[in-house]
């Protein structure tokens, strides 16, 4: 935002980096530029971005501590408050609050807290083109990961600087809302569950400002990041885009760089990891970080997130053609390529760096008209 508090429309960066910048000063561009790489120095920063990250990347392990809580009272000879506890979360936990708005707690999601692992990771952000707050959204990202690190970029408040007015809920997994601990992490973050009627019914709600943020190779893509690897792969979906023509909201187009980069990992047999997604809805994969743990290798290029250019949708289609579905289809995929083009090589990637872009494995005849034709490899 500009001094006066008008949304900038200059390309805007955010870096918790000093080095792989997009922009700098001086370049001649329409730019926004805010640093943030300075950082407190001595050993006790760094320990505190250890101990704040084991503690936050481990977070399916919450429930831990959430059964000592209330084992504690029960062993200290005070049964009844154990047991109001445990019936206090109970409550809570059949609230299905992932199946409506959520329960996003913004004093916990914009924390200036995440400041430490941003600087950590070293991120830099990215936003092309300002939007509209009165327009209703899906952001579409791509490359999931292992484990979605960018979602980090977008915490302690640089989401609200990039897109101030948008209000988004994140389409996540079934399970992280089933896991007691886990699942209170992911809904204090914004987090739904990834059902398309939960997201109908947010892009329908009284409160304008409210968008999506989807991940549409899911699952599937967790098997295809390799470290190692010269090709970076995605898999491309389209009910995201069916749904954003239902509701007239406009696609922004999201590109994470170094995801891949962030953990080792183990190939496991694929047909046992097929099987395991398709029976349990589970990505099975053994990898590992620093220390064996997994809190992310931190690499010499940091990661980075570009928001592109949205694509718009005039107004809501009721029962959007396959024709139209295909041709937003592309534009959408058009734009994803162009900021892998783009930002490639300011972000350390070789200039032989290829995206694969696979079609995931359709269930209907009319969802596979869009073939290798157009979205092969750039």
Not at 157 to 179: D, I, Q, W, Y
Not at 193 to 202: H, I, P, S, Y
Request: one cysteine or more; charged letters at 20%; hydrophobic letters at 40%.
């Amino acid at each position: 935002m500009t001094a006066n508090g008008k949304v900038s429309d200059k390309i805007v960066q955010l870096s918790f980096r000093s080095h792989h910048n997009a922009y700098k000063n001086g370049d001649g561009l329409e730019t926004e530029i805010y640093d943030f790489s300075t950082q407190p120095t001595g050993l006790w920063y760094k320990w505190c971005q250890i101990l704040y990250g084991l503690l936050v990347f481990h977070y399916f392990l919450w429930f831990i501590p959430l059964f000592v809580i209330f084992w504690l009272p029960y062993w200290l000879g005070y049964p009844l408050i154990s047991g109001m506890l445990i019936g206090w979360y109970t409550v809570t936990y059949f609230t299905t609050d992932e199946l409506h708005l959520g329960r996003q707690w913004d004093l916990f999601r914009c924390n200036r807290l995440w400041k430490i692992l941003q600087h950590y990771i070293g991120f830099e952000i990215i936003r092309e083109v300002p939007l509209d707050p009165t327009r209703k959204y899906i952001f579409a990202h791509h490359p999931h990961g292992i484990l979605i690190l960018t979602r980090i970029a977008s915490y302690g408040g640089v989401f609200e600087k990039l897109f101030p007015g948008v209000e988004v809920r994140v389409l996540g997994a079934t399970p992280m809302f089933n896991l007691p601990g886990c699942r209170e992490v992911c809904l204090w973050l914004g987090g739904v569950r990834a059902d398309k009627f939960v997201g109908v019914n947010l892009l329908r709600t009284k409160n304008p400002n409210l968008s999506l943020y989807v991940f549409p190779g899911g699952s599937d893509e967790i098997f295809e990041t390799e470290k190692e690897s010269k090709e970076t792969v995605i898999i491309s979906r389209k009910g995201f885009i069916r749904l954003a023509l239902e509701e007239g909201a406009d696609i922004v187009p999201s590109f994470g760089f170094g995801e891949k980069d962030a953990y080792h990992k183990f190939t496991i047999p694929k047909f046992v990891t097929n099987f395991i997604l398709k029976n349990f809805k589970l990505p099975i994969l053994i990898f590992w970080g620093k220390f064996f743990t997994l809190l992310p290798l931190k690499g010499g290029k940091g990661l980075s997130v570009v928001y592109g250019q949205p694509i718009r949708i005039e107004k809501p289609v009721t029962h959007p053609s396959d024709e139209l579905v295909n041709e937003i289809y592309v534009k959408y995929y058009d734009e994803i390529k162009n900021l892998f083009g783009k930002y490639k090589i300011k972000y350390g990637y070789d200039k032989s760096e290829k995206l694969i872009i696979k079609e995931a494995r359709l269930k209907t005849k009319s969802t596979q008209n869009v073939s290798a034709q157009h979205v092969k490899e750039n």
